[in-house]
């Protein structure tokens, strides 16, 4: 509160309807914060008077007081039109000091904005606010374009509440700059918030056009795959998929992309924005998941063929990543289990992904078989590199096909590599699937060479390609359920538990073994690594050191019965209880953890070398219908937690509340009469 001559001015508060109180006569002043308005005793009485006349909060009749001063200063004392009081809102105080320095208080500033703004729509003004421009700006901005700019949510909302028709005006062209739609300006500046809320207003085919390529050899649309990549804009993804479903009402008029009249849009537009009932079908749209980085769909309608026929799209940039594989390595999860995305992979993965996936896996199989025999039948030989019979003769053959199909793999690893770059790197089973390949090749050389080194590395390039294997547990839910869950163990709670048993294991070795020196008795156990041995042998064998305890003395007794209480009865316990909270919660993100495997294998088989048989080409569709029932059993056929004997009803009522938080009634853009 402001101070007068170093002093704070005392007001009596009085119950309301008690009348007004005079203002004394004060000089009128310019203040330069209108947001702060020097709360004088003029405003303060105002306040109180306001107040006491209306039924209002006290918080309400300073926003009152405070939009009266705002209305005098620039509508009522003649000022150009420029510094109407909301464009002064939006356009002055963002950008006064105070909140330029700091930004936490942005989230405050808008919601002060956001209040003065409702009370100045809702009453009458010198300024229409439905057809007004910053004519300061070239480019003729209306005030949802600001909001846009400044994310500004609850103002944009409250705009478009007062003024619907706001959403699709443009901004006029200057310069090098077109004319922009609000939702433009908010997607050119990542402002997730007002992008995501803009978005949900608009009609879905409006929200379609945005992403895809009408233009093809230079485009000039937004790209869905770039806000994908962006980590900033989550919930403009998540609103971008909504309006790819499209509900259908068979009784209702078709909507259409140009209309006859005004008047024959606002009709059409109100059936659908009232129907009252549920949809009994929808359609769903996959041609922005599908094209490439600017909406370029692999095939397009043919423009001197039959109608619904298609051809292929020769601007289609097919080297290009899709979409879908944008979504495979993003860590937006709402945007993964959307049901537009999760019915394109199932799509792709019962069409063509999984068979190819499985003949994969049959084929890594052989190569299995074929290396266990050349390496284990080998072992028995005293010099490999001798063959003698049809054993060897067999050996030799297996020998020279893992040879082949090593090279084979090398060089899909090496396509992978060039496809994904640094991506490829963040998977640490990369690295194991080259360690195993290097070991066999690297076995050759050290066999001639009649080393014994060559078993080593026959050893782990053995282990490391069976556990490849893994790569292929997809095939069904359950595999890749168990194999998660196997991963999870290994990289968290096995790690967790070998830092504390590690701090626990060196405090027992020191400790026993110099006991051992102190009672004379340090010769039974040897030196010291006999000891960490022993350790060792306790944890995992969950036996103690030593079956005699009569050979020592105290001491070396008491730390004995000291580690294995704290190893066997407290820390594997806490394991075991800890692995069962992490099966658990594997299971419950099992869905989400399945369907982001199945689009990494489906767009990497998609993203072949070969234009012939590029599968996303030939596979490509760019809509389908489909209704409540087979969606629910698409949808729901994940949740382990439901009811076995659930029936149709259930599963019903289930797809139609979660299509619910997707398809919500835009509100009407027309007013009757």
């Not at 203040?31 to 209002?56: A, S």
């Amino acid at each position: 509160m402001a101070a007068r001559d170093a002093s704070y001015s005392a007001l009596e508060m009085t119950e309301r309807g008690e009348g007004k109180r005079e203002s004394p006569v004060k000089e009128s002043t310019d203040h330069t914060d209108d947001i702060g308005n020097n709360f004088d005793e003029e405003f303060w009485i105002k306040v109180r008077n306001t107040y006491n006349e209306t039924d209002i909060s006290w918080n309400h009749a300073m926003d009152v007081v405070q939009v009266e001063h705002l209305i005098e200063k620039y509508e009522n004392s003649g000022a150009k039109l420029s510094e109407a009081p909301l464009l002064v809102m939006l356009k002055r105080w963002p950008n006064m000091k105070k909140y330029r320095e700091n930004p936490s208080l942005k989230a405050a500033l808008e919601h002060h904005i956001n209040r003065l703004a409702e009370i100045i729509l809702g009453q009458e003004t010198g300024v229409d606010y439905k057809y007004f421009r910053d004519k300061d700006d070239p480019t003729h901005k209306t005030l949802v374009h600001l909001t846009a700019e400044l994310n500004y949510v609850s103002v944009c909302r409250t705009l478009l509440d007062h003024f619907p028709g706001l959403l699709y005006i443009t901004s006029k062209a200057h310069s090098v700059h077109r004319r922009y739609l609000p939702v433009e300006l908010a997607l050119i500046n990542e402002n997730d918030a007002v992008s995501a809320f803009l978005i949900s207003r608009m009609k879905h085919e409006r929200v379609q056009q945005l992403f895809l390529c009408e233009d093809q050899e230079h485009p000039g649309n937004f790209s869905f795959k770039r806000l994908i990549e962006s980590p900033v804009m989550k919930k403009t993804v998540v609103a971008i998929l909504n309006c790819m479903v499209t509900p259908h009402w068979p009784y209702l008029p078709e909507r259409k992309d140009a209309y006859s009249s005004r008047e024959e849009e606002e009709n059409i537009e109100h059936a659908w924005n009232s129907v009252p009932e549920e949809p009994m079908s929808y359609q769903f749209y996959y041609q922005i998941l599908d094209g490439d980085e600017w909406g370029r769909l692999p095939k397009i309608p043919d423009p001197n063929g039959r109608s619904g026929e298609m051809i292929n799209n020769d601007h289609f940039n097919w080297k290009n990543k899709s979409c879908l594989y944008s979504l495979a390595f993003s860590k937006n999860e709402e945007a993964i289990q959307h049901p537009v995305v999760r019915l394109l992979v199932k799509k792709k993965w019962t069409e063509y992904a999984h068979t190819w996936f499985c003949a994969a896996g049959g084929f890594y199989v052989t190569f299995l078989l074929l290396l266990s025999y050349a390496l284990i039948h080998g072992c028995t030989r005293s010099d490999p590199t001798q063959y003698d019979g049809g054993g060897d003769w067999l050996r030799q053959a297996c020998e020279i096909c893992v040879i082949v199909m090593v090279i084979v793999y090398i060089a899909e690893e090496i396509n992978q590599l060039e496809k994904e770059k640094l991506q490829y790197f963040k998977n640490i089973y990369n690295l194991f699937d080259w360690f195993g390949l290097l070991s066999i090749i690297l076995v050759i050389p050290l066999r001639f060479a009649h080393m014994d080194e060559q078993w080593v590395l026959a050893a782990f390039g053995y282990f490391f390609n069976f556990l490849r294997l893994f790569k292929y547990a997809c095939v069904s839910r359950t595999t890749g359920l168990y194999t998660k869950t196997l991963a999870k163990i290994i990289y968290r709670d096995i790690t967790r538990f070998g830092v504390v048993f590690i701090v626990v294991f060196f405090a027992f070795c020191g400790t026993f073994f110099m006991s051992l020196r102190a009672s004379g008795t340090s010769k039974l156990f040897g030196d010291f690594h006999m000891v960490m041995l022993a350790g060792v042998r306790a944890l995992v064998e969950q036996q103690p050191p030593a079956e005699d305890y009569s050979k020592f003395k105290w001491l070396p007794v008491l730390v004995i019965l000291g580690y294995m209480a704290t190893v066997v009865v407290i820390l594997l316990n806490i394991l075991i209880a800890q692995l069962s909270f992490t099966y658990a919660e594997a299971k419950k993100s099992a869905r989400i953890q399945y369907d982001k495997e199945r689009m990494v294998i489906i767009t990497r088989l998609e993203h072949s070398r070969l234009h012939q048989v590029n599968l996303r080409i030939m596979h490509f569709k760019d809509k389908e219908w489909i209704d409540e029932l087979q969606l629910a059993n698409e949808l729901l056929e994940y949740s382990e937690d439901r009811h076995p004997l659930e029936s149709i009803e259930d599963k019903l009522d289930a797809i139609r509340t979660m299509m619910k938080k997707i398809i919500r009634k835009m509100p009407l853009t027309v007013i009757k009469g």
